[in-house]
């Protein structure tokens, strides 16, 4: 770090987007649902034929049932991985403790200097991520650029922030999705339209490495955006487990001045639903990816 970095907490009063659920397909609810609630310790929220909502107090993952399916393709765009964010380091180290005690395979565990993480595949390959934020003050920015890397997490550290209090009782009530990570096919083009039409702030630009970190209102990152396995590759095709949509909510002014700013670019809008109406919208973004927009609560 050179001598200009500087420390720039998240505004108190920002950043305004929340994310919330994100709607996947998946070939057998029945075993999505049992590792969803087993591994991840998400409560189940709503029910019915082929579908199901799981979370914590709120929505986190929504799950449609699409017999037999195929796993999902990395060479397509789509979900690379959700990110469920704890409220703390303890909440985090109650969950590595479970999944010690379940000898519960993972695909790796990270310390990205903004945040810990634990990464994990369900059962269709969806991934995902189970995350805790450092302090917002301990951030270092420079010229608008939040500092992220990948080290080695501290299991030891992360399992001794819980104290003697060790036992996981599923994901702590205040549980958020903290950030979606999404394939693409093409940085410049994903730039021109999460930045340049959404108005996300680019904040870790990595594109020498493949890679884009978005966020609204000095957060670390509410998207990130990869080619990594997916340049130059196909939308989710049909017959293989996806991504549905990835709900982003927003204050009822900020909705509306995006609905007018995509339609005067000329992009199809759908609406959704009495509750968002009649400001909620879905979009497309270039690749395929769904984006339900609507009022945040």
């Known amino acids: 770090m050179t001598s200009t970095s500087v420390h ?6 920002a950043p305004a987007l929340s994310l919330g659920a994100v709607a996947l397909t998946v070939a057998d609810l029945a075993r999505s ?22 979370g914590a107090d709120t929505p986190l993952v929504e799950l449609h049932e699409e017999p037999g399916a195929a796993p999902a393709h990395p060479g397509h765009a789509g979900l690379y991985h959700l990110a469920i964010l704890l409220p703390s380091r303890a909440d985090l180290g109650r969950f590595v403790s479970h999944l010690i005690a379940g000898h519960t395979p993972i695909q790796g565990a990270s310390d990205h200097l903004v945040s810990e993480a634990i990464y994990l595949q369900d059962p269709d390959g969806h991934g995902i991520e189970v995350c805790a934020d450092r302090d917002a003050a301990s951030w270092s920015w420079q010229g608008g650029q939040v ?8 299991i030891a550290g992360i399992i001794g922030a819980a104290g003697t209090d060790t036992a ?3 994901v702590p009530a205040r549980a958020v999705m903290g950030h979606v990570h999404l394939r693409v096919s093409d940085l410049n083009v994903a730039r ?13 630009d990595l594109s020498q490495h ?6 609204q209102g000095g957060y670390h990152h509410h998207f990130g955006l990869n080619v990594w396995q997916s340049r130059g590759g196909a939308a989710a095709q049909s017959g293989e487990v996806r991504l549905l949509r990835v709900q982003v909510d927003l204050p009822q002014d900020e909705l509306e001045l995006l609905r007018t700013r995509l339609i005067l670019a000329g992009l199809e809008l759908a609406g ?4 968002a109406a009649p400001h909620g919208f879905t979009v497309a973004d270039p690749f395929g990816n769904l984006l339900r927009f609507g009022l945040k609560s």
């Open 192 to 204: 021109d339209f999460y930045s340049g039409l959404l108005g996300l702030d680019v904040v870790a």
């Open 147 to 154: 500092s992220m890397d990948t080290r080695a997490a501290d």
């Open 210 to 215: 493949g890679a884009l970190f978005l966020s």
């Open 168 to 170: 996981w009782r599923g």
């Open 33 to 54: 649902t049992g590792y969803y609630r087993a591994v991840i310790g998400l409560r189940m929220l709503e029910e019915a034929a082929g579908y199901a909502v799981l």
């Open 8 to 13: 720039a907490p998240r505004p108190a009063d």
């Open 272 to 275: 959704y639903g009495e509750q």
